[in-house]
T-cell receptor, first 114, second 113 residues
Framework: DSGVTQTPKHLITATGQRVTLRCSPR?????VYWYQQSLDQGLQFLIQ???????AKGNILERFSAQQFPDLHSELNLSSLELGDSALYFC?????????????FGPGTRLTVL | GNSVTQMEGPVTLSEEAFLTINCTYT??????LFWYVQYPGEGLQLLLK?????DKGSNKGFEATYRKETTSFHLEKGSVQVSDSAVYFC????????????FGAGTRLFVKA
């Protein structure tokens, strides 16, 4: 158990809909990362938050947004969903700002868009 | 920019065979290097790490040495088990890039009994 929790574990929805994925980082970790993992794209970095502020952006679509709250949990919002958004979404956390910055991953949310 | 390249899979081995998964990187600074493993149906977990040149990371019989001269961090294990079947990701974290972590594409390993 990494100490990172993600809910829900599975999510099935229809095209055009909006969903919210939730992540609680390890106790004491200030940084949260979101990744998308699909069969053909591997692990894609979406976005990083550090202590409530956006720190780095990766290949995140404009239809996607995220935020980190004062209690450090984070939410990833996916809107106007398309079939191609079906994937595993992982959250990871780290202390951040210190070498080596290893990340601890949650179990993931499997999103299926029908 | 920073990048990680690892050998394409899948890699299929018999139990007790020797494993090597190649990983090379490019980085502007002095990154830390990692191997993560993803077992079926699970999230990634850190397997081993190295923070500076010539460091050797090791865990569960796996080893990797940080080679600055060849910009490599190859993963090795002397005798694989069926339970090692998983996807292995090489990654780097560069402090000059705000500690953003770059992952390789992953290498799937199948170990046959």
């Amino acid at each position: 158990d990494s100490g990172v929790t993600q809910t829900p574990k599975h999510l099935i929805t229809a095209t055009g809909q909006r969903v919210t994925l939730r992540c609680s980082p390890r106790s004491g970790d200030l940084s949260v990362y979101w990744y998308q993992q699909s069969l053909d794209q591997g692990l894609q970095f979406l976005i990083q938050y550090y202590n409530g502020e956006e720190r780095a952006k990766g290949n995140i679509l404009e239809r996607f947004s995220a935020q980190q709250f004062p209690d450090l949990h984070s939410e990833l919002n996916l809107s106007s969903l398309e079939l191609g958004d079906s994937a595993l979404y992982f959250c990871a956390s780290s202390v951040a700002g210190e070498r080596p910055n290893e990340q601890f991953f949650g179990p993931g949310t499997r999103l299926t868009v029908l | 920019g920073n990048s990680v390249t690892q050998m394409e899979g899948p890699v299929t081995l018999s139990e007790e065979a020797f494993l090597t998964i190649n990983c090379t990187y490019t980085a502007t600074g002095y990154p830390s290097l990692f191997w993560y493993v993803q077992y079926p149906g699970e999230g990634l977990q850190l397997l081993l790490k190295a923070t500076k040149a010539d460091d050797k990371g090791s865990n569960k019989g796996f080893e990797a040495t940080y080679r600055k001269e060849t910009t490599s961090f190859h993963l090795e294990k002397g005798s694989v088990q069926v339970s090692d079947s998983a996807v292995y990701f090489c990654a780097l974290s560069d402090p000059t890039g705000g500690f953003k972590t770059i992952f390789g594409a992953g290498t799937r390993l199948f170990v046959k009994a």
